[in-house]
């Protein structure tokens, strides 16, 4: 019901006191950090989804969470995370029972110190429900802490302990649901920025979109098939073009190839991302904190979120970055953009037991 991989990037803790975890709780996948008895880190990643059903022999309501009730549920499967928080009660309860589920088939450890890597999103209903979920969730017995989501991510990018937190930077989150931009000052938040408007599952539906302009209307695939696509096929340093094939309502199949819906989709998308960070959150940050905006385009700008992991999309965002801003602009990412909110937030978890 999960995709549970191992990592040798563990952060030393003694087994005699709390478990540090980390968890991120984010629109798609759910990713939660732990080490284990060995002290080597286990990862728990899988889809932020959930479906229910009635036990055939007993009537009871069961639950299935992640890539097995997308697969066997697509009809009714919740993914309560959409834009990013739980928006109501309900979103909250389900959220809560995918979580404890979660949490219960991996056997995270109650006795842990959770630290969640949290999205900046200015929604305050959003994130009480979010907190609701923390707070009524069984790991943590030992210490909460919440920390913005772009600062945990930059954490992996920086080193192999918290380099970051010790830093003057800029940190851009790819995300699914929201594109966000923030300066940090030794781990203090500053001018933070987000966006709805350049995201992820936006890139889903223009490749969706393009698919169809491209095949002549002959092909109609859904945003989860474009999803699929970009994470198998994007790539801005060796794309190749690429065949499928679809069943046709009549019976047969057809089979096409895809040239150019894939690219142009995350080529857009980047110059979008850049359109955002240059003539948005640059400005506003230059205009609240002059001397930290000039501090921090010294540094590289870290890239993190799912988008981050397309290949070669960080040096196109610094080559792109570097002719709007008319300067040089480097940029990193973590080896693991996808999981860095996930690994940093552990790595603090792991901090703040010692």
């Avoid at 949290?118 to 210490?143: Q, Y």
């Amino acid at each position: 019901m999960s995709e549970d991989d191992e990592t040798d990037d563990a952060t030393d803790s003694s087994t005699d006191g709390p478990v540090p975890v980390g968890v991120k709780l984010g629109s798609t996948r759910t990713v939660i950090a732990y080490p284990d008895d060995d002290g080597d880190l286990e990862i728990v990643n899988t889809l932020t989804c959930m479906a229910t059903y009635e036990d055939a022999l007993t009537g009871e309501e069961r639950v299935l969470y992640g890539e097995e009730a997308a697969r066997e549920y697509p009809d009714r499967v919740e993914f309560m995370l959409r834009s990013g928080l739980p928006e109501d009660d309900d979103r909250a309860e389900l959220t809560s029972t995918f979580f404890e589920e979660v949490i219960e088939t991996n056997d995270i450890p109650e006795d842990s110190a959770v630290v969640y890597a949290i999205p900046t999103i200015d929604n305050e209903a959003g994130l009480k429900n979010l907190e609701t979920v923390i707070e009524n969730s069984s790991i943590g017995t030992e210490l909460v802490e919440s920390y913005p989501e772009s600062l945990c991510g930059t954490i992996p990018g920086f080193g192999d302990d918290l380099e970051a937190i010790n830093e003057i930077l800029l940190a851009v989150n790819l995300g699914s649901t929201n594109l966000e931009a923030s300066a940090y000052r030794r781990g203090e938040q500053l001018a933070p920025y987000t966006t709805g408007a350049v995201t992820g599952n936006e890139v889903d539906r223009v490749i969706a979109n393009h698919v169809e302009e491209e095949t002549q209307g002959r092909v109609n695939i859904d945003v989860q098939t474009a999803r699929e696509y970009k994470e198998e096929h994007a790539d801005f340093e060796d794309y190749e073009p690429f065949t499928d094939i679809i069943q046709q309502p009549g019976g047969g199949a057809h089979e096409f190839t895809i040239e150019r819906s894939v690219m142009d989709a995350v080529d857009e998308y980047v110059d979008d991302v850049v359109d955002e960070f240059a003539n948005t959150f640059l400005p506003e940050l230059a205009n609240e904190h002059m001397k930290v905006y000039n501090l921090a385009l010294e540094k590289p700008v870290v890239l993190t979120g799912g988008m981050a992991c397309i290949p070669g999309i960080v040096d196109e965002f610094a080559e792109r970055a570097s002719d709007e801003l008319n300067r040089d602009i480097d940029a990193i990412a973590p080896d693991e953009p996808a999981l860095a909110a996930t690994l940093g937030a552990q790595r603090i978890a792991a901090r703040l037991t010692d």
